[in-house]
């Protein structure tokens, strides 16, 4: 039996395209929601600790999308020195409230790639789920609220991070 190249090599690809088919949609299922992706990393402990603190692990594990405009560690330090014992007294118990407020004006509805939020006007305002607008800046320096989007980009399962080296202040 004489078989012809193409029509083996077709047979190969056939089959190695059946092989990958569950690899590909299996990484799709494993990809982490944003609570996960935060509690991953090692800058973001601080913000996991007002997470945690704030009840917002099963809002923040919800399907979304959200984007979330994370704070690491270092921007946490940045803030004590400018408003020294600002998250301390957040995170006191009577101020539940208040800290959940804090967690939400770093989320905003919606998959917002860099790319996307380019796209969009300077200074255009991006509603977060504590009800209260962001400012986004893309000349110059790409970030929100004067805060610098140091790593963009962070897909996860239920939207995308977008780690920012300053904390975000709710006004009010």
Do not use: W
């Not at 020294?84 to 409230?97: I, T």
């Amino acid at each position: 039996m004489k078989v012809r190249p193409i029509a083996y090599i077709a047979a190969i690809l056939a089959g190695v395209a059946t092989l990958i088919a569950p690899i590909e949609s299996s990484r799709a299922d494993t990809r982490e929601n944003i609570v996960e992706t935060a509690l991953k990393g090692f800058v973001f402990k601080t913000f996991c600790k007002a997470i945690l603190a704030s009840d917002m692990v099963l809002p923040l594990q919800d399907p979304g999308p959200f984007t979330a405009f994370l704070p690491t560690d270092k921007a946490f330090a940045k803030l004590e020195k400018e408003k020294p014992g600002y998250l301390a007294n957040l995170m006191k118990p009577q101020n539940k409230a208040k800290l959940k407020i804090f967690v939400k004006y770093h989320v905003t509805r919606g998959r917002l790639t860099q790319p996307e939020l380019v796209k969009m006007y300077e200074g255009s305002h991006l509603g977060t789920l504590a009800g209260k607008p962001i400012t986004l800046h893309i000349r110059g320096t790409f970030g929100v609220n004067g805060a610098k989007v140091v790593n963009p980009d962070m897909v996860c399962s239920n939207g995308i991070v977008q780690v920012i080296d300053t904390v975000l202040i709710p006004p009010g």
